[in-house]
Nanobody
């Protein structure tokens, strides 16, 4: 599986960005897909995930109500719509795929494939 993340950039606080992650190589539709982020000097942290099948979504508390994760299995793509961005959202954002069926986990080590990361910078 190869994951290609895109859509990062520089935005002012309060603004919006949409990240995309295109997957190739295997049956995308059966994976749980997630977004993580890593700020300078900090550990990689869970942001959001979307389960295959029923499309259940999960969010880290600080992004609830501001970020929305979605997927388009026909396009093998997962999205992260980020609204009301804050300077503390500044980080490199990574998409990830978990091959294990029927679960959602928030630990980075549990994910099998990773995209290359895309930088999001939110200015105050």
């Amino acid at each position: 599986v190869q994951l290609q993340a895109s859509g990062g950039g520089l935005v002012q606080a309060g603004g919006s960005l949409r990240l995309s992650c295109a997957a190739s190589g295997r049956t995308f539709s059966t994976y749980t897909m997630a977004w993580f982020r890593q700020a300078p000097g900090k550990e990689r942290e869970f942001v959001a995930a979307i389960k295959w099948g029923v499309y259940s979504t999960y969010y880290e508390d600080s992004v609830k109500g501001r970020f929305t994760i979605s997927r388009d299995n026909a396009k093998n793509t997962v999205y992260l719509q980020m609204n009301s961005l804050k300077p503390e959202d500044t980080a490199v954002y990574y998409c990830a795929a978990d091959l294990a069926l029927d679960r959602v986990v928030t630990t980075a080590a549990e994910y099998d494939y990773w995209g290359q990361g895309t930088l999001v910078t939110v200015s105050s």
